[in-house]
């Protein structure tokens, strides 16, 4: 299999377990408060990693790149995760679903920006094509429950363009050490931030009265959500381009609306076919869309 697929594969894979996480996280806020749930993910996520680094070879990063990885851990986790759970607890889940579909279109313009990377015809086309399939799956999946707050939506926005820097800025990390590597650091360096704010608000809970399936929940945040969606992340970066990584985005609507009508709580119409073929289409025009290294290339030959 070669890298290329390898990465596609990777990044739908980390983008179906986050399409999964999020009603199971919305469930989980019900009984944990979201400085508690963040906590959970990091130290659960550092704890799953440094773990999992006994097993693998050994890497060492020097003190420059450990200095950067706290910066990375900043975008990637404690302003992504951590920002994003605060606005979902404060806005409604279809808000927060349409603020994501902004990720693709953050990416290519910082790529464009700090990378050089060329906004193409095609690039826009597909980005346009999958954010309109997103919001129809989006809006036909859930009916208007209200909830929503322009608060828990700026904040949901600013997760998502702080995680569109760490796509773009830390790529290069991607390319010199392995994801076991960097997940095990940032998530360090995440917990740090987040323990010091959160120490009450774990010591406070009631294990003991604490629901079964609010546990599980939490368990399913931790490994599926964090631990095993952050390996194929950074593995998937390592091998595509940010704005190819953010377009799978995308993915995590299109996997809530599957679920929903495999356990009966919807119906698949031509309208949700529509929009999921729009969503494939938008990927598929993104990932055919030239690089920089491309365009370079073809100077070069001419």
Known sequence: MNKNLQGHLLALFAN???GLMAPIGKSALAEFSPLAVTTFRMVGGA??????SLFCKKEHVNHRDLFTLFFAALFALVFNQGVYIFGLSLTSPVDASIVTTTLPIATMIIAALYLKEPVTGKKVLGIFSGAMGALILIL???TPSGGGSILGDLLCLTAQLSFSIYLTV?????????PVTLNKWMFVYASMCYIPFSYRDIASIRWEATPVDAILQISYVVLGG?????ICLMAAQKRLRPTVVSMYNYMQPTVASIVAV?????????????????VFLGVYFVTQSKSRKDFEKAGKEV
């Open 226 to 230: 964090t631990f095993l969606a952050y």
């Open 140 to 142: 036909s999946s859930q």
């Open 47 to 52: 704890a799953c990693f440094w773990l999992l």
């Open 16 to 18: 179906v377990l986050w």
């Open 262 to 278: 495999a356990i009966g709580m919807a119906t698949f119409n031509v309208q949700k076919g529509i929009a999921v073929m729009l």
């Open 170 to 178: 830390f790529k290069g990390l991607s390319q010199r050490y392995s």
